[in-house]
């Protein structure tokens, strides 16, 4: 069972991953702006973060470059989960820090399997 973070601010967005992942075995947390996700994933050590881009007080690319500046953090793999889907905005995510990026709107199985890719795990489902 793995820890992930989430860090989305629109509530619609947020139900939906808490709606997807309760198909699996992984404990949920959330963070509703930037800043709360970086002091979250820096307290809780989480095994994945699902990152908004456009997020109040500190941006998504913000967020994954100040984690990924710092050695203890760099390790937790970063997916961008975001609606900036124009054409350079997954090169721009990665520049930041994403390790992934899955543009809104998504296919719940997107979610799944990029939790399985970074995990090491089958299947990310029960």
Same mark, same amino acid.
């Given at each position: 069972m793995a820890l992930i973070l989430h860090v989305? *601010? /629109?509530p619609s967005n947020r139900k939906v991953i808490q709606h997807i992942l309760r198909r699996?075995?992984? %404990?949920?947390? =959330?963070a509703v /702006?930037? !800043? =709360?996700?970086l002091e979250m994933a820096m307290?809780?050590? +989480?095994?994945?973060?699902?990152?908004?881009i456009q997020l109040p007080k500190l941006s998504g690319y913000e967020v994954? %470059? #100040?984690l990924k500046a710092d050695e203890k953090? #760099? !390790?937790i793999p970063i997916i961008a989960v975001t609606s900036y889907a124009l054409s350079g905005d997954d090169h721009k995510a990665i520049k930041?820090?994403? *390790?992934? $990026?899955i543009a809104k +709107? $998504?296919? +719940?199985? =997107?979610i799944l399997e990029g939790l399985a890719r970074f995990l090491g795990e089958e299947s990310g489902e029960r």
């Open positions: 989305e *601010d /629109n699996t075995t992984h %404990r949920l947390i =959330e /702006n930037g !800043q =709360e996700g307290k809780e050590l +989480p095994d994945l973060i699902l990152l908004d994954a %470059r #100040r953090f #760099r !390790q930041a820090g994403c *390790d992934a $990026y +709107p $998504y296919k +719940p199985v =997107e």
